[in-house]
């Protein structure tokens, strides 16, 4: 029994690097959507949002399965309850994806964004794709540095969203209503994406040796 209830959380683990993989893949699309204004590639990411969500509620009902039949104590019950967070995380990171790529469809064929933010906004999808890549790797192998530097990533995605603030509120903005909204609301999209990611660091941290940050931002 206890070799079945240790292949199921390897399975469990294995279906969480699945996941992240899949948001990675999904987040690299929406920024590509996003500044390309590629609209095709913004219809990809909006479609495979129901692959992501529904091995999560897969998942989830694994997790489930073994709470009820294992019923697993200690480190062990840690590592399930874990999973069901973890994969609601994962869960919103393809949200925020979708909702990138949902902005570029509706601005096709404009830009979504004026000119003046374009560089930041590809810094920004730039960084939160590096970050999805380095989760993946994270739930994988457990390595504790990764999980400090997708912190130090959302550090930077943090300053960026906060210049678009300031560039759209200046007195120098020159964009129109529906401008400020787009810009507002996809700085957001990004921000919460790492915010997630560093969520689930923190959880993995936390597995992987015991101690728990709680200055790192929850989901």
Avoid: C
Wanted: charged content about 30%; hydrophobic content about 45%; overall charge negative.
């Amino acid at each position: 029994m206890r070799e079945v209830f240790q292949q199921e959380l390897r399975e469990v683990q294995d279906r969480l690097v699945e996941l992240s993989g899949l948001v990675a893949i999904s987040i690299e699309k929406a920024t590509r959507a996003f500044n390309d204004s590629d609209v095709m590639l913004a219809e990809e990411v909006i479609a495979d949002d129901d692959k992501i969500d529904g091995l999560t509620v897969a998942l989830d009902e694994l997790a489930i399965m073994i709470l009820a039949r294992q019923q697993p104590v200690a480190r062990d019950l840690r590592i399930v309850v874990s999973a069901l967070r973890i994969s609601a995380s994962l869960e919103r990171m393809g949200d925020m994806s979708t909702h990138i790529a949902q902005l570029a469809r509706y601005r096709f064929p404009d830009k979504v964004v004026p000119k003046s933010l374009r560089g930041t906004f590809a810094e920004m999808g730039r960084l939160d794709v590096e970050i999805a890549q380095k989760l993946t790797e994270l739930l994988r192998s457990q390595d504790v540095q990764l999980a400090e530097t997708i912190r130090n990533d959302d550090d930077e995605i943090d300053a960026l969203h906060l210049s678009v603030f300031d560039k759209v509120l200046g007195e120098t903005w020159k964009g129109q209503a529906a401008d400020t909204v787009d810009a507002t609301l996809a700085s957001r999209y990004h921000e919460r994406f790492a915010d997630h990611a560093v969520s689930i660091a923190k959880k993995v941290l936390y597995l992987a040796t015991g101690d728990w940050d709680p200055d790192a931002p929850s989901a």
